[in-house]
């Protein structure tokens, strides 16, 4: 990470430079932000700046030894901890085995939050830095380093130590080792202890700004400068949720052009198209299966409200709206239950295990015949 590539924060990479250039840097700080908001890219360009072996002016130079591995995230004097799942069988007590799958998230998205990194971790289990885990932060403290240099522990999230974890770095934030520098990477001091606050120099990152947010996707992502706004303007000033918002986006505009296609084929049963998004929805993988399915749910009960309950209260966009004017003629009230039940069933087995494929082209026929029966009600 450079300080180039960390979004806004122009005033605190200043200042952490002049600190670094006047020699006044504390052994332990605290880079304290809201989440996405960019704390740790600037924890990571910050300690970068200080490896550095030629560092310019206002960032690290990018082409030394150095620079080399923390462009990898492996530089030896760089050290990390983090929350990680606890247990038994594999037996899994610190974050070893989790090193090089954590540098390589972080270099993926330096924005990382925590729930992201727990649902990759481990499904979404709550995650937690161990004692055990602590003692592992002393021994590599204790080490020499390996440059000669300074060494750095980062530790992300430390509202994940617990007790005993906090007790054991007690110590070493106190009366720290030779030329070792202690980063603590926080969204809140909530649940920190005390003694450990009073211990370390706070970095106060603020959240960033609407414009820096919409900057930063356009620039990194791509995404339309139009968009970019509307994304900026609903992330209370994380990029990652700006990020997470696009990714919602994107995920429901699949989902809706798959519903789409599906209702009109089966409307007009054409099976060759059936079997074709038979084939797309089997690819989804069972969480999409079901997210599309909900989707559908949640789409013909929102269809029948965006016609007949006042459009300006639907929760649709639209595309979806322009759809549901055409659809919602052939839902009525009492008839929804049954399409509820073809779907509902749908979700079940294929929280079962079922075949993706049989169970798309089961639901299609239900959907045809519940089509025919409509068409034959309009035309009467
Ligand atoms: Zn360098």
């Known amino acids: 990470m450079k300080f180039n590539s960390v979004i806004g924060l122009g005033p605190k990479k200043k200042q952490l430079i002049k600190t670094v250039n006047d020699g006044h840097v504390s052994h332990a700080l605290m880079f ?18 200080i490896l550095c072996e030629n560092p310019g002016e206002d960032d690290r130079c990018g082409q030394c030894p150095a620079c080399k591995q923390l462009d990898k995230l492996s530089h030896p004097d760089l050290h990390f901890s983090f929350p990680f799942v606890k247990s038994s069988s594999p037996k899994i007590e610190t974050t070893e085995r989790h090193q090089r799958e954590f540098a390589e998230t972080v270099l993926k998205n330096p924005y990382l939050t925590l729930a992201e990194w727990e ?27 390996f440059s000669r240099g300074y060494k750095f522990m980062v530790i992300w999230m430390p509202e994940k130590l617990n007790i005993a974890a906090s007790n054991k770095l007690l110590k070493t934030l106190e009366e720290p080792t030779d030329r070792t520098i202690i980063i603590l990477v926080c969204n809140s001091t909530e649940g920190l202890l005390p003694t450990i606050l009073s211990r370390v120099q706070e970095v106060r990152c603020d959240a960033l700004s609407e414009g820096e947010i919409a900057e930063a996707l356009t620039v990194r992502d791509g995404v339309a400068w139009n968009d970019a706004e509307s994304y900026a303007a609903r ?41 074709k998004l038979a084939d797309a929805f089997a690819k989804l993988g069972k969480d999409g299966q079901q997210q599309f399915i909900d989707y559908a749910l949640e789409y013909i009960h929102g269809s029948v409200l965006h016609e007949f309950a006042g459009r300006e209260n639907a929760l649709f966009d639209a595309k979806e709206a322009a759809f549901a004017a055409k659809f919602a003629p052939y839902i009525t009230a009492g008839e929804i239950g049954r399409l509820h ?29 519940y089509f025919a029966a409509r068409k034959a009600g309009h035309n009467a």
């Open 32 to 49: 304290h932000g809201p989440e996405g908001g960019g704390n740790f890219p600037l924890a990571l360009a910050f300690a970068s700046y």
């Open 341 to 369: 039940d073809v779907l509902s069933e749908g979700h079940y087995l294929v929280e079962r295990n079922a075949n993706a494929n049989l169970l798309f082209t089961h639901m299609s026929l239900e959907l045809i015949r």
């Open 235 to 275: 992330a209370e000033g994380s990029y990652s949720k700006a990020r997470r918002l696009m990714g919602e986006d994107e995920q429901r505009s699949a989902n809706l052009e798959m519903f789409v296609g599906w209702m009109r084929h089966c409307f007009k049963v054409s099976f060759t198209e059936i079997f």
């Open 119 to 145: 649902l990759q971790l481990a499904g979404g289990k709550k995650s937690i830095i161990t004692a055990e885990e602590a003692n592992n932060i002393v021994k590599a403290l204790s080490l020499k380093s």
